[in-house]
């Protein structure tokens, strides 16, 4: 009939385009990550990890998008300090590690790959949404104004950080690298994502709003990029720049940043330029609103960068099709069309029309909105 063959062609016509071609990222030796296309599943928190560990609810919902090229997890802490939204998983403790290996072993039966983004929330946390012991701690001693959500007494007021001092940092690096090869060694992943963007801790050095500090680790842009390169350089050292990646928010003002300050352009362009001496897999760049600064920023991250790049921010298939061949990226990230549309890869080579989702249950505990969509 007219209307299969004219799904055919759609099919045999979206199929041929680079989005859905296979890529491999850098590799090491022998050892190279193939994926099956350039569609990458955005990380997104959905606070559905009850007491922070990953469960069967978690793995279904990883499997169902395992189509995707990549897939990045939700953020996740390397440490108890590292916690701050409610209901996040972490990767620090045996139990959440065996957690974690389900996900991973469900995705990689379907023929998926999979990152684990590991995200420090440093000041972008509330006590109540960590367990006893844990610190709050930031580049300086300087809260987010607004409130954060709390299951116990819903929202609340921002505390006021504890300021690092040179061994909380030190602490900090090493909990990121074993949190990274506890994720690659024992939870199964393919590799890990740094989060480096959004307002979470690495975001928080960089930016000067976040970062008073005279020492090493603040002032200058190169000491306030300096956290993020010694993070990078200790994680890849423990499990490989062939699997490590980095996330970032040029100008992004999420979780009280500035978005774009004096000097922010060049300090990316000069991060692209570290983040490939080291030799990392891939820079993954969370994009706002179009602009000549956005354009610059991507500009000299490809110029400077040698791995792969990821570009994420409101892309379609026609315009994520457009930055592949034009060169400005190896790979495209979806995020909110990957909430409901678990086949999302399936449906844009069809053209299939694509579910609405309920973002009132983007953070609810349950199954509904999750993995349910009813």
């Not at 701050?84 to 790959?113: F, L, N």
């Not at 200058?220 to 350089?233: L, M, N, T």
Request: net charge positive; glycine share 10%.
């Amino acid at each position: 009939n007219l209307k299969s063959s004219k799904n055919t062609i759609n099919f045999i016509i979206m199929s041929k385009r680079l989005l859905f071609e296979s890529f491999k990222l850098p590799k090491v030796g022998k050892d190279q990550i193939t994926l099956a296309n350039r569609v990458v599943m955005a990380p997104m928190t959905r606070s559905r990890a009850i007491d922070n560990l990953p469960n069967d609810m978690i793995k279904t919902y990883y499997a169902q998008r395992a189509t995707a090229g990549l897939i990045i997890t939700e953020g996740t802490a390397p440490s108890k300090n590292g916690l701050g939204y409610a209901r996040i998983p972490g990767c620090y403790t045996t139990q959440q590690v065996e957690g974690w290996r389900k996900v991973t072993d469900a995705v990689h039966s379907k023929g998926g790959k999979i990152f684990l983004q590991i995200m420090h929330c440093g000041r972008s946390s509330h006590h109540l949404n960590m367990p006893n012991g844990a610190v709050i701690l930031a580049p300086s001693a300087v809260p987010i104004k607004g409130q954060m959500y709390t299951d116990q007494k819903q929202m609340q007021d921002f505390p006021v950080p504890k300021a690092m001092t040179s061994e909380d940092i030190t602490t900090a690096i090493a909990e990121y690298a074993d949190s990274a090869a506890l994720a690659v060694e024992s939870g199964g992943f393919d590799g890990v994502e740094i989060h480096g963007a959004n307002g979470y801790l690495i975001d928080q050095f960089l930016n000067p709003s976040s970062n008073l500090r005279t020492d090493g680790y603040g002032g200058s842009a190169q000491g306030r990029i300096r956290f993020a390169i010694e993070v990078a350089d200790a994680i890849s050292k423990k499990i490989g720049n062939h699997r490590t990646g980095i996330r970032l928010s040029p100008f992004g003002a999420f979780n009280g940043m500035d978005g774009e300050y004096p000097g922010s352009k060049e300090l990316f362009a000069d991060l692209a330029t570290e983040f490939s001496n080291l030799k990392l897999a891939y820079m993954h760049l969370m994009l706002g609103p179009p602009s000549a600064s956005i354009d610059q920023v991507k500009s000299s991250v490809r110029k400077n960068f040698s791995g792969a790049l990821i570009l994420c921010g409101d892309y379609n298939v026609d315009k994520a099709e457009k930055a592949l061949v034009n060169g400005e990226c190896d790979l495209v990230a979806f995020g909110r069309p990957y909430l409901a549309n678990p086949t999302l890869v399936e449906k844009m080579k069809t053209n299939a029309p694509l579910t609405e989702m309920n973002y009132a249950l983007n953070f609810t505990p349950g199954a509904e909105g999750f993995t349910n969509f009813v």
